[in-house]
């Protein structure tokens, strides 16, 4: 198994050309029994779990289409949620300048031959955005099944022909 990666990458070679790929992601969503939703332009496309099945943790799929010799090459991330990613962002800034404060508060307290307690806020601060850091792979931990479902979404869509491989393998990375 893959070493878990924030935003893990996918990346796939597709024999068509990227109009044909991009016509096809756009018709893969609109049917019924598709578990993704999401928007198809000429050389991006942004899918993810619908709404009824999205939780805090579920993943989107930025992908970009290129040209490529032999076809289309798919280039994408996993990602939270752009408002979940949006959240994470704004926690580790909150704590960064916290612990900043905290920090030149106890370099303070030490000039003034005083308990430097602020040291010990700064490092708790260091503290919390490790578990931050941590909790987001918890999340793609929990995402992982909309992972392998948004890829098999793709593997289906794109007539991709070892998707057998996909399937046991259930990573991102194929």
């Known amino acids: 198994m893959d070493r878990p990666r924030q935003r893990p990458r996918l990346e796939l070679l597709v024999p068509l050309p990227p109009d044909e790929v991009s016509e096809r992601l756009r018709t893969g969503l609109v049917t019924c029994e598709c578990p993704c939703v999401g928007s198809v332009t000429r050389r991006h496309a942004w899918i993810h ?66 308990t430097p307690w602020g040291l010990l806020a700064a490092l708790g601060g260091v503290a919390l955005i490790g578990f931050v850091y941590g909790a987001a792979f918890i999340g793609q931990g929990l995402g992982h099944e909309q992972i392998v479902e948004i890829r098999l979404f793709l593997d289906r869509t794109l007539c991709r022909l070892d998707l057998d491989a996909a399937l046991h393998e259930g990573a991102p990375d194929a």
């Open 49 to 114: 779990i619908r709404d009824e099945d999205r939780h805090f943790w579920s993943p989107t799929l930025d992908l970009g289409l290129e040209d490529a010799e032999g076809g289309t090459l798919l280039r994408g991330r996993f990602a939270p949620h752009p408002s979940v990613w949006t959240f994470f962002i704004f926690v580790y800034g909150l704590i960064g300048v916290l612990s900043f404060a905290a920090s030149m508060y106890g370099v303070a307290q030490l000039t003034l031959d005083r």
